[in-house]
């Protein structure tokens, strides 16, 4: 069972920066992929970022790469997604998941129908 609390959500201009925390209730470890999806009103949630259990394997949208980085500290029960290089584009409800299954050791799941547990969201919005 995990609960995850979302936070740092704002407004940026263009070409700023912002960091996403994503804290996870009780133990997250090796068995748990984590990922950030986000979401516009009237649109689907969207794949973002995701690193699998061993914390090394990462998989990011095109639309990101090379701008956002995920990382992750199970030792703190936390996933954080720092942005950089913010469009407005990017502006979204960002959402922060868990899976737990055995591939996730190896594997940053990038569906997200196949994450068991969501944040609350926190909302990006960035100013031209």
């Known amino acids: 069972q995990v609960q995850l609390v979302e936070s740092g959500g704002g407004l940026v201009q263009a070409g700023g920066s912002l960091r996403l925390s994503c804290v996870a209730s009780?133990?997250?470890?090796?068995?748990?992929?984590m990922g950030w999806f986000r979401q516009v009103p009237g649109k689907e949630r969207d794949f973002v970022a995701a690193?699998?259990?061993?914390?090394?394997?990462?998989a990011y949208s095109d639309s990101v790469k090379g701008r956002f980085t995920i990382s992750r500290d199970n030792v703190k029960n936390m996933l954080s997604l720092q942005m950089n290089s913010l469009k407005p584009e990017d502006t979204a409800a960002y959402y922060c998941a868990a899976r737990r299954d055995v591939s996730s050791y190896f594997v940053p799941h990038r569906a997200a129908s196949g994450y068991d547990y969501w944040g609350q969201g926190t909302q990006v919005t960035v100013s031209s």
């Open positions: 690193i699998a259990g061993n914390g090394i394997n990462t």
């Open positions: 009780g133990r997250i470890g090796s068995s748990d992929a």
